[in-house]
């Protein structure tokens, strides 16, 4: 059990981060894989990430079914998290969230691409969900159904970040320590890959697979020096 | 009386909101209108909405005459709820401010529509006020009257949002706590529009109109969320 | 000598304001006229403004030469502050930065003009003061003596703000709070008119003549209401 | 021993100030070199610049060696600090980092050029390091060996700025105050050449080099107003 309070802790911490980087506002949630059940996860109950504390965390199944309710309000939009982690064993953890920066790239012909060795995990691909299609025409855009969840996690498939278009981003790792990372260097990413688009007039060179591959696996063991100075400001709050 | 005092602790709360999100800077205001008497809305004296506490809010009359003066000063624009509320029953509440990303949208030819779901009431449609045509070439941008009031309510119809040329725009909502999401979303929503339209060349895929309703719906039932953090975020300050 | 002393604190605040506010850095400087003798004017000794107290106010003659230097160092540039009062007899108060907005204007062959009502002072013109052609093609970009410090009320005229390329701008008001006032709004024109003509293509509306000479009267009437917010936020730090 | 306990206490203070100014976020490193031993340096174990202590701090070879390494994690890239020292015997400081409106610069066919005084030292060119040429096109971009450190070090030649694709810059100085300075206002610059290229389409009046030689020489002395700045807010913090 020690192992399991650590990664709940964890988890609201992540919360916290991800409110103090300005990745999520008001909305957007973090989920963690049971560590030793793999068809649950946690995932707090309906609330601002800021606010998230150790007794708002519920757990689910991957149907994204609560296993003790207790009448709390849930994230409409659980169902993102079940059926991401039903199609990918690989994934620990996930965030959804409306990251500023990264929201042109869901409305626009332009692709993400990774600008420097920080972002090399968006090497993989960008997909973007475009829920007309699995939805229709008239959705009010939300994942909130196990149908729409399973359609994004196909749109997804083995990338590491998939962008919901007129709605945000879910970003996968394989720990909370390395989806957080990953989430806040999309947002980063986004933000100067959009300045050099425009500085280059459309010319830039990104980094291309064998770096990005490299840089994956280097990044890999410097996360927790990101992850220990932002847990630091979040909770100096 | 209960919910008389609880609304205007309500729209000092909305003052000190919009001042910590960067709404509003030292200019601007809010109003709500009387719970039990339409005729009637609540506006603060003339204050930077920061400083705005529960004894610096005064009673008006739909032509914006305060009920009680006691040698106030009031603010210039004050018409501008008076004659809002006169057109538009359905309103409860009305911010009138210069937030920043908003202001290119009211002197370009480039329409503000919705970039996502967060903004969706934007959908409606985003009229601009030019003052020029109901207050001649030589004012002094400001709506200072009844007249120049109800010229701009009639520009902004059965919309959410209007833009005043030069100068601003105007918010309105069925409560306090939507007009404060509003216009805080509507500020998110302009400089992301600003950017996709760059990144996109001109083209980008806005919200719908069915999806825009639709999460329009969804969102009434989700503003509270945001209200909370926003509300303990800027008295914490 | 109580007037004097009030102004001298103001001088104070209106430093610490232009460093909260973000419109200078470790760099800038505000002076204000000598309240009973025109020909003399005061500045910070060299410091930060930020840093500036009342102990650090020394006082200057037109020629920018120190009443008593008492072997304090001053800023290289107080001869701006010296020619501009002499130049301007309707002059109260001159603020000295590099706002960074405002940078690229200076350098660029696009005019600044008033976006919005906030900064319709800007409509007198915006002229841009080319050290090259008063100081040759090798200075250090400095205003560093008298004779360039006229050359740069010349440039300035009757205007309210003069742009020096490849470093800064000026600005001058009847009051310390009208230019604080007007520093700040400088400031903010640069960043929305930036945007403005990105979005609109260079077509842009920008406030007429008329309408920025009844803005510009209206508003000297509302400065107090930002100094004091202003102020409450600088001392608050 | 003052001397050295001095340099140390600013290189503690160098790396506050560093992450003060958003020049570094989480990675990013600070070196000087030994004052009465030019064949050493020191660097801080490998952390981030906001948690750097006086005992942090380690002393290496110009082969980037730790002289007394107990253990400690140091940086991968360390190297850079070594072969540039190796290089350039006329530097002092070195900061390596990813500020973030200098990336794009990195990325693209523009050159980062000198738009104000401030940063008149990039006037002797700002190359760029294309790790392609010498670690081959498929590192994970760090300059992670001697051999790249030096192939950096022969990018810089006797630039005091050079930029690394997709990855950051190196900044150098004869003082940590002077490389805190570069650091800091290199990404001002860049921030404010992206708006000037775009806002002038291309055309931007740069400083000259013999403005920016005599600049260089002015700013030299006054350094010191902006380090008391800097580093009474970074550790306020």
């Not at 008001?26 to 150790?54: C, I, K, M, N, T």
């Not at 909130?144 to 969840?149: I, M, T, V, W, Y």
């Not at 083995?158 to 909370?176: E, K, M, P, Q, T």
Request: proline share 5%; charged share 20%.
């Amino acid at each position: 059990m020690v192992e399991l309070e650590s990664i709940l802790n964890d988890l609201v911490i992540a919360n916290r981060i991800l409110a103090n980087e300005n990745v999520v506002d008001a909305y957007g949630h973090v989920s963690v894989r049971h560590p030793r059940d793999p068809q649950r996860f946690f995932l707090a109950r309906s609330l601002s990430p800021e606010r998230v504390e150790r007794g708002d965390i519920m757990e689910f199944d991957l149907d994204s079914a609560p296993v003790d309710p207790r009448g709390r309000t849930m994230y409409i939009e659980r169902f993102i998290h079940g059926e991401v982690f039903k199609a990918r064993p690989d994934v620990t953890a996930i965030v959804h969230h409306h990251s500023p920066s990264v929201i042109p790239f869901g409305v626009v012909a332009v692709r993400l691409e990774p600008i420097y060795h920080m972002s090399s995990f968006l090497s993989a691909g960008v997909p973007v969900f475009e829920i007309r299609e699995s939805g229709g025409p008239a959705t009010d855009m939300l994942v909130r159904n196990s149908a729409l969840g399973a359609a994004l996690a196909t749109t997804l498939g083995d990338c590491a970040v998939a962008l919901l278009r007129g709605h945000g981003n879910v970003v996968v790792g394989g720990s909370i320590r390395e989806v957080v990372f990953r989430a806040v260097y999309t947002e980063v990413n986004a933000k100067l890959a959009t300045e050099a688009l425009r500085l280059g007039q459309g010319r830039v060179t990104f980094l291309n697979a064998e770096e990005a591959k490299a840089s994956t696996v280097t990044n890999r063991a410097q996360i927790g020096r990101a992850w220990e100075l932002w847990k630091a400001q979040a909770l100096a709050r």
